[in-house]
């Protein structure tokens, strides 16, 4: 799905490498489109880009590219894209690929760029959610050089309404180049405002270094932000050294609703449609020695369960995607299984609801 | 006799024929299933009387194999049945006021269990009202699954209508009660996740809800790097 905001932003800043430089810079975006011009003190420069994003049940892809052009006439690119595709999923819980790269590169200069992919996993812990993963792939510094990229990392993280957390850790193996980084981030939402934190400690060849970024978000309007942020980052892979920066921006949006996504199966229910139309039905009934599914897309007649193992019981059914009613049938008792949404069936009794996703 | 007058009369004898053929259609769908035929005789005649309506008759024989499947009593059957029509009546007026010319039959059915699950008409106008994507019958019943699952109807509403003005398609308006599931899952009360997925269209841009498992921090070789730069620009406020 395209990326559909329409979001005028426009920001001041100071951005203080190892020599210091303002600038004001200005940037449009109508759909995939954006522009930016930038002011700054050692002069000014334009650039033109698209980003493209795209979601499913399982998967989510990411594509954008830019290029500037500065006031003594040179070019610049960069590029970026990243994807996840989801294996095995469920609450919270899942097996997937993920893969990113990015590119930077000046007209008749340097450029450095990475790319990567690998394994992570997924799995709630109590009222966490841990993470975990490995990523192999190739890195080309600014400096010229090349190596094989390895990295491993792994966060815990709590989500909740009005507050998002995770600490992680991970370890970079880039040829020679070894490094290390512990962190936080968290979000806080209260009202109007945002709050974003992320900071940690990176430490091995690249040199030990605290970093650390705030961003605050203000809603003034429903389609008016305020937006603050300041922070330090670290000397990174690509040979680019550490800085800091603050800058303070309004963006102006339409306001869109952004896509939702979602893991398809809760604790007691799973169901899963394979290309070809057909759906697999698991419930979990740990305490019944015979079962059967019966709703309305069989004029509720009992079809079998198969017994898997773990208590879960399983079934292929032929159904369009759409929310069904239905009940489990054992030893001649019908009835809806602890923990699936269900509803008043009208007649005495409930019936469960059965939610058949696309793919 | 005028030639309106002969007009009306074949109409007249048509739908009476139509009538009658729903009626016998209903009643052999119930005796194929074993239904007691008096049972399967009243409430094809309700039946005979929701069509001339211009209701379907389809839930009608739904309910009523679901009930004698449930061994529930013949009256409570029919009780539900006639109660049934009733709804879709009202579902049917509620998504004619909305503008649907022809209410298809089953933007009826899922309108009439919405109601009965707690809608009101003017919430299912909101969702007729939202929807330009065909997937009336679906969000209707995914904010009924959404209630279902302990989400305040207002709130489900809500979130239903949010997701269709924000031109959703119904695969991704299908999966908003497995999203709720997982946040669930991870503690969050449905007044906070209604809030959450409310929440997310207010601020205006594009960062995704959680609820899918996702990769911690992509390659984790990079944290962001931000500053006015046109290489550098805004990248990490739309990830």
Known sequence: MLVTTLALSAGAGCLCTPESLYAQQATFRLGAFHTTYADTIAGYAGSLGAEAAWSSLRSRALLGGSVAQFEGGAWAGQAYASGTRLLLAGPARGIGFTGDMMAYGVESGPWAGLGAGGLFGASPVGQLVARGGASLGGVHRIDDSSSALATFSASLGIERSALSADVSAGATVAGPVRYSDIGAAGTLRRGVVSLEGTGGYRFGDLGDEFWGQLRLAVRLDPTVFLEAGAGKYPADVLGFLHGTFVQLGLRLTTGRLPPITLASATEGLEVRRNRNGVSVVTLRLPEVDSAAIAGEWNDWGAQPLTRMADGRWRTNLRLAPGVYRFVVVSNGHWFVPDGIPHVPDDLGGNAGLLVVPQT | ?239
């Open chain 2, 1 to 239: 006799m005028t030639r309106y007058s002969l007009v009306f009369a074949a109409v007249m004898v048509l739908a009476a024929e139509s009538a009658a053929a729903q009626q016998a259609d209903v009643r052999a769908r119930l005796s194929a299933r074993n239904v007691d035929a008096s049972l399967a005789d009243a409430v094809a005649a309700v039946a005979a009387d929701a069509a001339g309506q211009n209701l379907p008759t389809a839930p009608l024989v739904d309910k009523t194999l679901e009930g004698w499947a449930k061994h529930a009593p013949p009256d409570r059957i029919l009780a539900a049945v006639r109660q049934s029509v009733t709804r879709m009546a009202e579902a049917r007026q509620a998504a004619l006021s909305a503008g649907m010319t022809q209410p298809p039959p089953d933007v009826v059915a899922a309108g009439a269990e919405a109601l009965g699950r707690g809608m009101r008409s003017d919430q299912i106008t909101s969702i007729v009202r939202a929807d330009d994507h065909a997937s009336t019958a679906v969000g209707l019943r995914v904010a009924s699954a959404l209630a279902a699952q302990g989400m305040a109807m207002n709130d489900a509403v809500a979130v239903v209508t949010r997701s269709m003005r924000a031109r959703q398609r119904p695969r991704e308006i299908l999966d908003l009660p497995s999203t709720m599931r997982a946040l669930q899952a991870q503690g969050m009360s449905a007044p906070d996740i209604g809030r959450h997925f409310l929440r997310d269209g207010d601020e205006g841009g594009d960062r995704p809800v959680s609820g899918q498992p996702l990769p911690p921090g992509g390659t984790g070789v990079r944290p962001p790097r931000e500053g006015p730069s046109p290489e550098g620009h805004d990248r990490h406020h739309h990830n």
